[in-house]
């Protein structure tokens, strides 16, 4: 059974935080609120977390995984940005974007596209994946909770707690999360090029 953990969204609870980093630290896999829905979270070395993410999903093995990353300096570990991409992104975090750029040698391979050497990075601008982030010390690999048959990710945590109850280690209630999924922006080929229209203004890099 899912442990039910509640976390003030403007104010977490060091406790509390701690007690999921320490979930995480022993391999768990999480559902938790962002500025964008529900999202799956574990370790970036995790054993098993990708997997089991895979099967919540019923995804096969070329689904495209998020890095969530605290911040900027952080973000600049997994990826590899020109003048222009570094700009941009910088401009436009925290928030409810997604950038896909070339992935750095941090990255599992696993993880990178397979063949254009990619990787989706993301800053959130919430309170409570901010201290996620800060006491982990390092990035979550992540994935939209977008359940098979589904539209869109749940917004309640007792909905989630209800569906993934014997799935996950942990379902995280920190306020009400975003209903849009995260604006994609691809600089794979060195411009940017929206992909996806969401919760982040795309105008921006238009």
């Known amino acids: 059974?899912?442990?039910?953990?509640?976390?003030?969204?403007?104010?977490?609870?060091?406790?509390?935080?701690?007690?999921?980093?320490?979930?995480?630290?022993?391999?768990?896999?999480?559902?938790?609120?962002?500025?964008?829905?529900?999202?799956?979270?574990c370790r970036l070395d995790s054993r098993t977390g990708a997997d089991r993410i895979r099967r919540v999903r019923h995804l096969d093995d070329r689904h495209h995984f998020t890095l969530v990353c605290l911040d900027f300096a952080q973000l600049g570990q997994f990826v590899h940005l020109d003048n222009a991409a570094f700009r941009a992104v910088k401009a436009a975090t925290p928030g409810p974007y997604t950038f896909v750029l070339p992935a750095t040698r941090e990255v599992p391979k696993r993880f990178a596209h397979a063949r254009k050497?990619?990787?989706?990075?993301?800053?959130?601008?919430?309170?409570?994946?901010?201290?996620?982030?800060?006491?982990?010390?390092?990035?979550?690999?992540?994935?939209?909770?977008?359940?098979?048959?589904?539209?869109?990710?749940?917004?309640?945590?007792?909905?989630?707690?209800?569906?993934l109850d014997h799935v996950v280690e942990a379902v995280v209630d920190a306020g009400e999360?975003?209903?849009?999924?995260?604006?994609?922006?691809?600089?794979?080929?060195?411009?940017?090029e929206v992909v996806r229209v969401g919760a982040g203004d795309p105008s921006r890099f238009a």
Do not use: C
């Open 177 to 192: 999360p975003g209903s849009e999924p995260t604006t994609v922006v691809d600089f794979s080929d060195g411009a940017p």
């Open 117 to 163: 050497k990619t990787v989706g990075v993301r800053i959130p601008g919430t309170p409570f994946v901010r201290a996620l982030l800060s006491e982990l010390g390092e990035p979550l690999l992540s994935s939209t909770l977008l359940l098979p048959g589904w539209e869109r990710p749940p917004t309640d945590s007792w909905t989630v707690k209800e569906e």
């Open 1 to 41: 059974m899912a442990r039910f953990v509640e976390v003030h969204p403007q104010d977490p609870q060091p406790r509390a935080v701690a007690q999921l980093v320490a979930l995480l630290r022993e391999d768990a896999l999480i559902a938790y609120p962002t500025d964008s829905g529900y999202a799956l979270g």
